[in-house]
């Protein structure tokens, strides 16, 4: 577990990295009390934004060891590629877990949601906190500049926004760019949600989650190859 | 990137995917695109999972597949079928091509044309695969044949330097242990000699005379001993140019004129040696096999190309048949970097190039 405290105490180091993934997050779960209230979905939609941005600055760190050959002189270690990326991942979800279940405590003792809501609400978030991580990693794999990789995911983040229904609704794009977001997993996890507030944990949202699940694996693999 | 099978292979199967996600969007089903993640993750695998075995996974794909075809699960399971064989067949699953034959009665003419042709792609491309596979092995084949020759030529060249330094040590050896055995010690002595007849010329001049008489009688012991050893360096055997020379006059059934002209001094021991081999073996060659009646031989040498060319007026055959000494001629000269060829066109014309590597040993 040695890399895995490592980048824990590199994410501690960079301010920025926590302010967007934990500060900001724990602050809208405490002061959005109408929205969890009466609109979680939307609550939880404006979480998966803050995720993606956040998750971005904690995985760049993968880039930068990467850019400053630090990863050779680990490679060189008795450290395989998967454990080092595993390790790596799971310090930058760290801030995801604590918020999502920050959020899960709140929704079920201050915003009087459902336990079986909770529940799902909070199986759904983690399983989109994973493949956003693993879509960060993916992400910064094609990069050889941590600036170019931030900017560039910048354009690209608002284009995922728009496309997966996390900003608007996508009923109200134009028809063919409806269900063009449907390979990046906040369309799913938009989709999950929504069906967990009007259904409950049906097999659909179910499987939603599983598609959510079965793109991060995806993003890994893509990631992995990359570099 | 150069384009490559597997380049062209990447290429089609994101068309495909694309394509099946476009076919996806007119129906928006979540099933047909559970289906489509399973088939891209599955691409993705045999992408980047470098030790997977492809059959396995080949064989989930068209299971899933089938599954979702005859269950009606997934709107793009006829479309996906043609994905599952464009793959199968890229990897050499030829028994998948029986499929659209058994299904034929279930789909309809468009995806049938669609699957014919995804798995023609497929097919395509694993013979392209195979084909630069095989060019890529044969290249690999000849790299690692020049590579082998480079190594021996270097190595015939670092054995032959050290030959060459340890004949020089030897011959030094020789010619110090002669100087020292037989000449230094007549010279030693006539030096003593002559020391003791300067001390006694004053008392005993008739004994100084016959002890200066003997001194100068063992000096020139000494001198006809340093005479000989000198000889035997010199006229013992000939070398380089002169060795051909005596070559060429020694060989008496053929008339031989031999001409040189350049500075000879930077060639080395062991390219005189192929020189002389050479000269040798097209001497006896002409006399076996063409019966001429003469025999030029010119030796060239410039700052960067020693030619040597052995030209014959005898009966030559035009039919392109080198023997075993020859071949093993050419060999030596390939080794020592140059080159070696015959024409036949006129007169029996063998021609030798050498790069004069002046000063590099």
């Given at each position: 577990m040695?890399i895995f405290k490592?980048?824990?105490l590199?994410?501690?180091r960079?301010?920025?990295s926590?302010l967007?993934g934990?500060m900001?997050?724990?602050?809208?779960?405490?002061?959005?009390t109408?929205v969890?209230t009466?609109?979680?979905?939307?609550g939880?939609a404006n979480?998966?934004?803050?995720?993606l941005?956040?998750s971005?600055?904690?995985?760049?760190?993968v880039?930068?060891?990467?850019?400053?050959?630090?990863?050779?002189?680990?490679m060189?270690?008795p450290v395989?590629m998967?454990?080092y990326?595993?390790?790596?991942?799971?310090?930058?979800?760290?801030?995801?877990?604590i918020?999502?279940?920050?959020?899960?405590i709140m929704?079920y003792?201050?915003?009087?949601?459902?336990?079986?809501?909770t529940?799902?609400?909070?199986?759904?978030?983690?399983?989109?906190?994973?493949?956003t991580?693993?879509?960060?990693?993916?992400?910064n794999m094609?990069f050889?500049?941590?600036?170019s990789?931030r900017?560039?995911?910048?354009?690209?983040?608002?284009l995922?926004l728009l496309l997966?229904?996390?900003?608007?609704?996508?009923?109200?794009?134009?028809?063919?760019?409806q269900?063009?977001g449907?390979i990046?997993?906040?369309?799913?996890?938009i989709r999950?949600?929504?069906?967990?507030?009007?259904?409950g944990?049906?097999?659909?949202f179910?499987?939603?989650?599983t598609?959510?699940?079965?793109?991060?694996?995806?993003?890994?693999l893509?990631?992995?190859k990359a570099n | 990137?150069?384009f490559s099978?597997?380049?062209a292979?990447?290429?089609f199967s994101t068309a495909?995917?694309?394509?099946l996600?476009?076919d996806w969007?007119q129906?928006?089903?979540?099933?047909?695109f559970?289906?489509?993640?399973?088939?891209g993750?599955?691409?993705?695998?045999r992408?980047?999972?470098k030790h997977i075995?492809?059959?396995?996974t080949?064989?989930?794909?068209?299971?899933?597949?089938?599954v979702?075809?005859f269950?009606?699960?997934?709107?793009?399971?006829?479309?996906?079928?043609g994905f599952?064989?464009?793959?199968?067949m890229?990897?050499?699953?030829?028994l998948?091509?029986?499929l659209?034959i058994v299904?034929v009665?279930?789909?309809?003419a468009l995806s049938i044309?669609?699957?014919?042709?995804?798995?023609?792609?497929?097919l395509?491309?694993?013979?392209?695969?195979?084909?630069?596979?095989?060019?890529?092995?044969?290249?690999?084949?000849?790299?690692?044949?020049?590579y082998?020759?480079?190594?021996?030529?270097t190595?015939?060249?670092?054995?032959?330097a050290k030959?060459e330094h340890?004949?020089i040590?030897?011959?030094?050896s020789?010619?110090s242990a002669?100087?020292?055995?037989?000449a230094?010690?007549?010279i030693v002595?006539?030096y003593?000699?002559?020391?003791?007849?300067?001390k006694?010329m004053d008392?005993?001049?008739?004994?100084?005379?016959?002890l200066?008489?003997?001194?100068?009688a063992r000096l020139?012991?000494?001198i006809?001993?340093m005479r000989?050893a000198?000889h035997?360096?010199?006229?013992v055997t000939?070398?380089g140019v002169?060795?051909?020379g005596?070559?060429?006059?020694n060989?008496?059934k053929v008339?031989?004129k031999f001409?040189?002209?350049?500075?000879?001094?930077g060639?080395?021991?062991?390219?005189?040696?192929?020189l002389?081999?050479?000269l040798?073996?097209?001497?006896?060659?002409?006399v076996?096999?063409a019966n001429?009646?003469?025999?030029?031989?010119?030796?060239?040498v410039?700052?960067?190309l020693?030619?040597?060319?052995?030209?014959n007026?005898?009966v030559?055959?035009?039919?392109?048949?080198v023997?075993s000494?020859?071949?093993n001629l050419?060999?030596r000269?390939v080794t020592?970097?140059?080159?070696l060829?015959?024409d036949?066109?006129?007169?029996?014309?063998?021609?030798?190039v050498?790069?004069?590597?002046?000063?590099?040993l």
């Open positions: 040695t490592f980048a824990l590199r994410n501690l960079s301010p920025v926590y967007a934990l900001v997050p724990v602050v809208l779960i405490f002061s959005m109408s969890w009466n609109a979680p979905v939307m939880m979480l998966v934004m803050l995720m941005l956040s971005n600055l904690l995985v760049a760190l880039l930068e060891d990467r850019i400053d050959g630090s990863i050779m002189k680990i060189i270690s395989s998967v454990h990326v595993f390790q790596n991942l799971l310090a930058a979800i760290i801030p995801f877990v918020q999502i279940a920050l959020l899960g929704g003792l201050h915003y009087n949601w459902a336990i079986q809501f529940i799902g609400a909070v199986v759904a978030l983690f399983i989109c906190g994973v493949t991580a693993a879509f960060s990693f993916c992400w094609f050889k500049s941590k600036s990789s900017y560039a995911f910048l354009f690209v983040m608002a995922i997966s229904g996390v900003l608007v609704p996508i009923e109200a794009l134009p028809g063919l760019l269900h063009a449907a990046l997993h906040p369309y799913w996890f999950a949600v929504i069906t967990l507030a009007e259904y944990m049906t097999a659909q179910w499987l939603y989650n598609i959510v699940l079965l793109i991060g694996t995806g993003f890994l893509l990631g992995g | 990137m150069k099978p597997q380049t292979f990447m290429i495909g995917l694309s394509l996600f476009i969007l129906t928006i089903d979540t099933m047909g559970f289906l489509l993640l399973i088939l993750l599955m691409c993705l695998m992408y980047r999972v075995i492809i059959y396995k080949i064989f989930a794909d068209l299971l899933m597949v089938l979702f075809f269950s009606g699960g997934a709107s793009t399971a006829q479309l996906a079928i599952v064989l464009f793959q199968g890229y990897f050499g699953f030829f998948l091509a029986v659209p299904l009665v279930f789909m309809d044309v669609f699957i014919a042709t995804a798995a023609a792609v497929g395509v491309l694993h013979f392209w695969n195979k084909e630069h596979a095989s060019r890529l092995q044969q290249r690999d084949y000849y790299s690692n044949k020049i082998e020759m480079e190594l021996m030529h190595n015939l060249t670092h054995v032959l030959v340890m004949s040590l030897a011959e030094r020789r010619i002669d100087i020292h055995d037989n230094g010690h007549e002595a006539s003593i000699s002559l020391q003791t007849v300067g006694i008392k005993n001049p008739e004994k100084a005379l016959e200066f008489d003997k001194s100068l020139n012991v000494g006809g001993k000989d000198v035997n360096l010199s006229a000939f070398m002169d060795s051909m005596d070559i060429c006059r060989f008496t008339p031989v001409q040189s002209t350049g500075d000879m001094s060639i080395t021991v062991n390219i005189w040696h192929v002389e081999s050479l040798k073996e097209s001497l006896t060659n002409a076996k096999h001429p009646t003469y025999i030029n031989v010119e030796l060239d410039t700052n960067h020693i030619r040597l060319q052995i030209q007026d005898g030559t055959k035009k039919e392109p048949s023997g000494g020859l071949r050419r060999y000269v020592v970097g140059g080159n060829s015959i036949k066109t006129d007169v029996y014309k063998l021609v030798c050498i790069p004069n590597r002046k000063g590099s």
